[in-house]
Each structure stands twice: as C-alpha cells, then as structure tokens.
Nanobody, 121 residues
Framework: QVQLVESGGGLVQPGGSLRLSCAAS????????MAWYRQAVGKQRELIAG???????NYADSVKGRFTISRDNAKNTVYLQMSSLKSEDAAVYYC???????????????WGQGTLVTVSS
C-alpha cells in the first residue's frame, strides 16, 4: 500500500504565498504521476497541477503563472508553491499519486487526506 501525507495548508492573506507538500510512503513503488487537486465549498474537485516522473508539468488556466508544482523523486514528495493567492483559491487541496507497486506490478492511485487553504484578510 501507498499512503500520502500532506502538509502546509493554513490561513494566508490575499496576495500572499503558501507551499504545500505531499509525501508518499509505503510499499516499494514507482510513482509515475503526482498531482494537486482542490475542492472549494459547493464545487467539484478540480485538477490544478500535475507533474510526471520525468518532470513534465501541466496547470489549470486558473493557476498558471501563480502556482508551481515540483517534485523530488528521491523523497517521493511533490510540492505546490502558491503565490499571489486570491480568495477564490480557498479550498481543500488534495494530493494524488499514481504508479506501480513493484512487488505485484499492479497500478495504484491514491489520495491524500486533504489540507485546507483559507485566503482571507
């Protein structure tokens, strides 16, 4: 099994910055992709940024130029640097990872527990 543990959420003022982290642990595995989603109150969960094992990234239009996703493969950790935060960025942010369990060669996909980001003055 693979587990994801997120950290870094909290309260930030509009225009401020915050960095989220998500670390994977568990069985021997190879992570192929990691991503961040968010879900605001009353809205569906949306993909906001993703990164592959070779470093290719993609972003939702709503966060392009403000958010940066990065990955430390050695630590099986993905980060989301958020800058110029707006009130509409307030949401629960979820980490997602997909890959292969080495012992079984089976694909897995897991979610973190979510971390709350509040943007308010």
């Amino acid at each position: 099994q693979v587990q994801l543990v997120e950290s870094g959420g909290g309260l930030v003022q509009p225009g401020g910055s915050l960095r989220l982290s998500c670390a994977a642990s568990g069985s021997r595995f190879n992570i192929v992709k990691m991503a961040w989603y968010r879900q605001a109150v009353g809205k569906q969960r949306e993909l906001i940024a993703g990164v592959t094992s070779d470093g290719n990234t993609n972003y939702a239009d709503s966060v392009k130029g403000r958010f940066t996703i990065s990955r430390d493969n050695a630590k099986n950790t993905v980060y989301l640097q958020m800058s110029s935060l707006k009130s509409e960025d307030a949401a629960v942010y979820y980490c997602n990872a997909g890959g292969i369990i080495l012992d079984t060669a089976r694909y897995f996909e897991v979610w973190g527990q979510g971390t709350l980001v509040t943007v308010s003055s």
